[in-house]
């Protein structure tokens, strides 16, 4: 019992020790808008008001299975078309906030996440990773998630990238939320083409088969949320979700930081 009490107080001391080492730090070093590098209120924004009000974050209606948003406003969440025609292998899907696919104006949320995935800034993961968790956990309430599992890459572009993102931003999630990540029970069991220049039958075509569960691990009834960047066509994370759905996990939910209109 002293042992708990020792160790919550110590706990408590901690945090009120980062948390004043966060304001000093603010002070010595000012945030900046991730985007254009305007003065921010704290380093937990990722966006300055300016850039914060391009961003489209997701509200309702939205697809009820996917999460995609519905381009009227007001309403109730219903299914939206894809979903009715073929049922994805996940039970829920949801993204923060959306960017367009045109690339004709730079976009605040798509060229930072960019500079993150492609850029190698890995230093950008925490702040996205945070905004996803606190943003989008009122999301889950309902689902009792017992484990976090990232997209995985292929060992050949995890060497050519040098991290992985989803592992980056996942980490963050299970770290909010007080769950466990599991970065090595889904595999990418092989290579694939990038999905960037594919239409949405290609990038099916291109994911089919392409993961799957790890030797000697398990997901047999449980939980999972599954971790991605931003969410294209849904192909990725429905065919992680048909591999981990057919190792035996008892439900499939999706989060991902942004998803293209």
Known sequence: MNFDVDSKFDTRRSQT???????LLDCLYPPRCRFCRAATF?????????????????????????????LDTGGDDHLCGPCIQRSPHFARA????????????????????????YGRKVSLGKPLGRLMAESC?????????????PVPLHRKRLRWRGFNQS??????????????????????SRETPP??????????????????????RSVENKSVLLIDDVYTSGATVNECSRALVGGGAREVCVLTLARTV
């Open 195 to 216: 999905q960037t220049q594919l239409h949405e039958d290609e990038r099916r075509r291109n994911m089919r088969r392409a993961f799957a569960i790890a030797p000697k």
């Open 137 to 149: 956990r009122e999301l889950f309430s309902a689902h009792a998630i017992d484990v976090v599992i």
């Open 17 to 23: 020790i980062s948390a004043r080492l966060g304001r």
């Open 167 to 188: 592992v980056v931003l996942a980490r963050e999630v299970g770290r909010a939320w007080s769950l466990p990540v599991d970065p090595f029970t889904l595999v990418r």
């Open 94 to 117: 949801r993204s923060w906030a959306c960017y367009p696919t045109d690339e004709g104006e730079e976009h605040p949320l798509r060229s930072v996440v960019q500079r993150f995935k």
């Open 42 to 70: 704290s380093a937990h924004d990722c966006f300055c008001d300016d850039c914060r009000a391009r961003v489209r974050v997701i509200d309702c209606p939205v697809c009820t299975v996917c999460g995609r948003p519905f």
